[in-house]
C-alpha cells in the first residue's frame, strides 16, 4: 500500500475515535472563548491554529516554516502538497489566504498528537479572483521538542453554505 494511503487510513480510523471520545475537547467561538471548558493544551492549540491563518494571510514564511513539520501534507482545492509545496503557493501567493472566519474550534489530544477541527468562511484570491468559500479544516499536530507542529491538514468545502 502507498505511504500516503496509509497514513490517510490510519488518521482517518483516529479521527473515527476521536468522535467517540469527549475528554480532552473544547469548543469555542471567535464571540467566546473563555466560556468553553478545555485545557490549557487545546486551548493553546486553537490559538495556535487560528494564529496560523494570519501567519498564511501575512505571509510570513519564518513562521511557517517553522511550524510546519518537515514530513507536512496538506490537502485542499483539489492538490495534495508537500511541506515545500505549501510553502511555494503562500509565498508566490498562488493562493493568497486573506481572511479566515473562524466560526467554531475544537481540540482534542492523542498523546503527542492533537487534533484541530474548525468550521471557517475563507476569503482567498486564487487565480486572481477573490472567493469566500465555507470549509471544515481538519489540523493534525504532534509535539516535537516541546512545541506544537503542524503535519497535516485537510479542507473539506461544506456544500449549501
Not at 509565498?91 to 481540540?107: F, L, T
Request: glycine content about 8%; hydrophobic content about 40%.
Amino acid at each position: 500500500m502507498r505511504p500516503l494511503v496509509k497514513n490517510l487510513m490510519t488518521l482517518a480510523a483516529i479521527l473515527g475515535c476521536l468522535q467517540n471520545t469527549g475528554s480532552n475537547a473544547m469548543t469555542a467561538t471567535p464571540q467566546s472563548p473563555a466560556a468553553s471548558e478545555g485545557t490549557s493544551v487545546t486551548k493553546d492549540l486553537i490559538a495556535l491554529s487560528r494564529q496560523k491563518w494570519q501567519w498564511m494571510a501575512d505571509r510570513d514564511m519564518p513562521q511557517l516554516e517553522s511550524l510546519f513539520h518537515a514530513q507536512s501534507r496538506f490537502v485542499h482545492m483539489g492538490a495534495t502538497m508537500d511541506r515545500t509545496g505549501e510553502l511555494e503557493v503562500i509565498r508566490s501567493g498562488r493562493i493568497e489566504y486573506k481572511r479566515a472566519d473562524i466560526s467554531e474550534s475544537s481540540a482534542e489530544l492523542i498523546g503527542g498528537t492533537a487534533v484541530v477541527y474548525s468550521r471557517l468562511r475563507l476569503l482567498a484570491v486564487v487565480g486572481g479572483n477573490e472567493v469566500i468559500n465555507p470549509f471544515s479544516v481538519t489540523e493534525v499536530y504532534v509535539e516535537r521538542d516541546g512545541r506544537w507542529q503542524l503535519a497535516w491538514m485537510a479542507f473539506t468545502r461544506l456544500l449549501g453554505e
